[in-house]
T-cell receptor, first 114, second 113 residues
Framework: DVKVTQSSRYLVKRTGEKVFLECVQD?????MFWYRQDPGLGLRLIYF???????EKGDIPEGYSVSREKKERFSLILESASTNQTSMYLC?????????????FGDGTRLSIL | GQNIDQPTEMTATEGAIVQINCTYQ??????LFWYQQHAGEAPTFLSY????GLEEKGRFSSFLSRSKGYSYLLLKELQMKDSASYLC??????????????FGRGTSLIVHP
C-alpha cells in the first residue's frame, strides 16, 4: 500500500513566522501535491511537482512556496504565516506524469496561525 | 477550468440506498474520480470513470454521462461507517497538460439508524 506521511497532525504558529510542512511518500511516485481544505470550499491545489526540482503553481499559490530536493519528499513553506492560512493541509502523491491513477493522500496537518 | 457541483449534505437510513450526484462543466473532460473522506482522515480512492456507463465495486457504484456532464455515486446497503464526505474530482485536458483533477466541495453523508 502507498504510504504518504505528513510530519505533523497539528501545528500552531504565530503570524509572521516561516512555517515548513513536510511530506514523504514511499512508492517512488513522480507526482506530488499540496492542497488546503477549508469548510465549504473543498480541496484547493496550492502547488504540485512532476519530479525532483520541478514545481508548478496550482490554483492558490500566493503566500506559499515549495521544495522538492528528493523524489520522496515535498515540502510546503509559508514564507510569512498569516491568519488566513489557518487550514487543513493535505499532501498527496500519484504514479505517473499524466496518469489516470488516483492520488494517495496523507492524514493532513491542521495548521493554526495565531 | 471546471465548475463542479455536488450537494452539500445528505442524510440516509442504515440499510438504504443513496445516490450522490456530481455535475461538471469542462472544456476537455478526461476522467472523473470519487473519493471518500472520514472526518479527520485522508481522502481515499473509491472509483474512476472515463467512459459512459456504470462501474460497480461491491456496495459502491459510479455512473458517468459525458454528454450530460453528470456522474453519481451509488451506495447500497448503507452502513453507519459510510458516514463521511464524498468528493467528486474531474480531470481536464485544459489544465496545462498536468491532468491534475479539480475537486468539488464534497458531499457530507450522514447515515442514521
Amino acid at each position: 500500500d502507498v504510504k504518504v506521511t505528513q510530519s505533523s497532525r497539528y501545528l500552531v504558529k504565530r503570524t509572521g513566522e516561516k512555517v515548513f510542512l513536510e511530506c514523504v511518500q514511499d512508492m517512488d511516485h513522480e507526482n506530488m501535491f499540496w492542497y488546503r481544505q477549508d469548510p465549504g470550499l473543498g480541496l484547493r491545489l496550492i502547488y504540485f511537482s512532476y519530479d525532483v526540482k520541478m514545481k508548478e503553481k496550482g490554483d492558490i499559490p500566493e503566500g506559499y512556496s515549495v521544495s522538492r530536493e528528493k523524489k520522496e519528499r515535498f515540502s510546503l513553506i509559508l514564507e510569512s504565516a498569516s491568519t488566513n492560512q489557518t487550514s487543513m493541509y493535505l499532501c498527496g502523491s500519484r504514479e505517473g506524469v499524466n496518469s489516470n491513477q488516483p492520488q494517495h493522500f496523507g492524514d493532513g496537518t491542521r495548521l493554526s496561525i495565531l | 477550468g471546471q465548475n463542479i457541483d455536488q450537494p452539500t449534505e445528505m442524510t440516509a437510513t442504515e440499510g438504504a440506498i443513496v445516490q450522490i450526484n456530481c455535475t461538471y462543466q469542462t472544456s476537455g473532460f478526461n476522467g472523473l474520480f470519487w473519493y471518500q473522506q472520514h472526518a479527520g482522515e485522508a481522502p481515499t480512492f473509491l472509483s474512476y470513470n472515463v467512459l459512459d456507463g456504470l462501474e460497480e465495486k461491491g456496495r459502491f457504484s459510479s455512473f458517468l454521462s459525458r454528454s450530460k456532464g453528470y456522474s453519481y455515486l451509488l451506495l447500497k446497503e448503507l452502513q453507519m461507517k459510510d458516514s463521511a464526505s464524498y468528493l467528486c474530482a474531474v480531470r481536464d485536458t485544459a489544465s496545462g497538460g498536468s491532468y491534475i483533477p479539480t475537486f468539488g466541495r464534497g458531499t457530507s453523508l450522514i447515515v442514521h439508524p
